[in-house]
């Protein structure tokens, strides 16, 4: 499960399913310098998007990887 307090970075890591969410939010920065320690709370909040449901939609894309 993807939480609010994991980085963009572990994200994609452990979950590269998740990169479209992140495009499609226009979160293309996942590959820079703060994406290694900006978390999923931060990024959203900086970039006024629903952090519940960037969240509700990213674990979506894990559960259907399964």
């Known amino acids: 499960m ?3 307090d ?3 970075q572990e994200v994609v890591r452990k979950y ?3 990169i479209q969410v992140f495009v499609r ?3 293309g920065c ?3 310098h703060a994406a290694q320690f900006e978390n999923i709370e931060q ?3 900086v970039h006024g998007i ?3 449901q960037l969240l509700k939609e990213l674990n ?3 559960e259907k990887k399964d």
């Open 25 to 27: 939010y226009g979160l």
């Open 16 to 18: 590269p399913e998740t």
């Open 60 to 62: 979506e894309a894990i």
């Open 6 to 8: 994991m980085t963009f």
């Open 30 to 32: 996942i590959g820079c």
């Open 2 to 4: 993807i939480t609010k």
């Open 43 to 45: 990024g959203a909040m």
């Open 50 to 52: 629903s952090v519940e």
